[in-house]
């Protein structure tokens, strides 16, 4: 007599979940004049030109090593945006 022997569930692996960012998402970007916080889009901040305060009208450059950090921590965080 032969019976079925039970199966083992499969286990379910749940990965972190991630989000690609548009590069229209505006992030608050600090001033270094005035300290006052102005909406940039991620565009914007890989397009090498620089980022006007809307308060002071003070204008910076984000730098490369800049745009490597802001990656690491928003992929910290579970966001991730295109080269």
Same mark, same amino acid.
């Given at each position: ?18 989000? $690609?960012?548009?590069? *229209?998402?505006?992030?608050? %970007?600090? @001033?270094? !004049? &005035? ?5 940039? +889009? $991620?565009?914007?901040? *890989?397009?090498?030109?620089? %980022?006007? @305060?809307? !308060? &002071? ?5 984000? +730098? ?20």
């Amino acid at each position: 007599m032969s019976q079925a022997l039970p199966v083992k569930q499969a286990e379910i692996q749940y990965g972190e979940i991630s989000t $690609i960012l548009s590069e *229209k998402v505006m992030i608050p %970007i600090s @001033c270094d !004049h &005035c300290r006052q916080d102005t909406d940039v +889009s $991620i565009e914007t901040l *890989k397009s090498k030109h620089g %980022i006007l @305060c809307e !308060h &002071c009208s003070h204008v910076r450059t984000f +730098s490369a090593t800049e745009m490597r950090l802001m990656r690491m921590l928003l992929a910290q965080a579970g966001y991730h945006f295109a080269l």
